[in-house]
């Protein structure tokens, strides 16, 4: 079976881009896209020899033509699916139409609850005792589009975002590789009529 070859978005530390590219099963990172030039993660893709691609508006005129070069370098290279990573730039609308239900991303919390930014800060605030995190379709909404699979973890006693985080990412980078190779594997499909929400259990 040919591999599912993937696009990582990043902007920054890239933790999750990190345990992708230890779980490359079914799948296969064929380049690494950030928005930030002195983005952490780019370590991982020179570490791992993968192609790597810089489109920071600093470089650029402005905004629209960092997005727009970097619309058109992933539209020549095609991936299958397009995973963001803790990529903080709103997904050009272009994008979205060019590879649809080809773009997920992973979002900190139990979708559709809390979108957006400072989940974590923002679940204490409000006295929860479970929290989690989500990996969704891409749409053109804020952290709307379908879910695909959750994991939840209690936070009761939990005091500060840091130490929610600390709790939290260990399983982001478990079921974040698990959906890819699902998805690679057609176990997890994309498709209008069957995606489905998952369950995702680890080890505690
Ligand atoms: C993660 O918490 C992810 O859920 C959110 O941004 C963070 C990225 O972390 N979208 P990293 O760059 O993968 O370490």
């Known amino acids: 079976m040919p591999k599912l070859e993937i696009s990582v978005f990043i902007s920054g530390r890239g933790s999750n881009l990190k345990a992708i590219l230890e779980h490359q099963t079914n799948y296969v990172v064929s380049s690494v896209f ?20 810089i489109f920071d508006r600093i470089n650029f005129p402005d905004l629209k033509s960092a997005k727009s070069a970097m619309l058109d370098k992933v539209c020549e290279l095609n991936p299958d699916l397009i995973v963001l990573a ?14 649809p239900r080809r ?8 979708l559709p609850d809390y979108p957006g930014l400072d989940t974590h800060q923002r679940v204490l605030a409000d006295k ?3 929290h989690g995190c989500t990996v969704h379709l891409v749409d053109n909404g804020l952290d709307t589009g379908d879910t695909i699979a959750q994991a939840q973890i209690d936070i009761t006693g939990i005091t500060s975002p840091e130490l929610v985080a600390q709790k939290l990412l260990p399983i982001e ?9 699902g998805i690679a594997d057609h176990s997890i499909k994309l498709n209008p009529t069957v995606t489905k929400l998952r369950e995702f259990s680890y080890e505690a």
Request: proline residues 7%; aromatic residues 12%.
């Open 34 to 53: 950030s928005n930030k030039e002195n983005a952490h993660g780019l370590n991982y893709a020179k570490e791992y020899n993968i192609p790597y691609h």
């Open 86 to 99: 803790g990529f903080m730039q709103i997904i050009d609308p272009k994008m979205i139409e060019k590879f």
């Open 103 to 110: 773009i997920i991303n992973i979002h900190p919390s139990l």
């Open 128 to 130: 929860k005792t479970t």
């Open 173 to 181: 980078h478990k079921i974040y590789p698990w959906v890819i190779n």
